[in-house]
């Protein structure tokens, strides 16, 4: 499978963004997805991820009630809602995806896509 991320921007502190990931190449639905983001100089850190039907969804709590995960599987998209944006949010965001279950480590998702750009100025 095959993603795109984008959605990305420059914002100030408590602005809102949605990113958005549209998958291609495979049947989508069979595919758990997370959103992952890298600042400079640190390691990938995990975000958020839904399950296949999107009944599930699971946060860093650094981004528990600021964040939204969801996905339209008709539409081949996961999307990250992202709400009161703080400074600290500031990194490069990925989505991924792997077979079935939802995991939060990196090395456990086999697809990613190229990132995009979140920069919260203060």
């Known amino acids: 499978v095959q993603l795109q991320a984008s959605g990305g921007g420059s914002v100030q502190t408590g602005d809102s963004l949605r990113l958005s990931c549209l998958a291609s190449?495979?049947?989508?639905?069979?595919?758990?997805v997370a959103w992952f983001r890298q600042a400079p100089g640190k390691e990938r850190e995990f975000v958020a991820a839904?399950?296949?039907?999107?009944?599930?969804?699971t946060y860093a709590d650094s981004v528990k009630d600021r964040f939204t995960i969801s996905r339209d599987n008709a539409k081949n998209t996961v999307y990250l809602e992202m709400n009161s944006l703080k400074p600290e949010d500031t990194a490069v965001y990925f989505c991924?995806?792997?077979?079935?279950?939802?995991?939060?480590?990196?090395?456990?998702?086999?697809?990613w896509g190229q990132g995009t750009q979140v920069t919260v100025s203060s």
């Open positions: 190449g495979r049947t989508f639905s069979n595919y758990a």
């Open positions: 991924a995806a792997r077979s079935w279950v939802v995991r939060s480590r990196p090395a456990e998702y086999d697809y």
């Open positions: 839904i399950s296949l039907s999107g009944s599930t969804t």
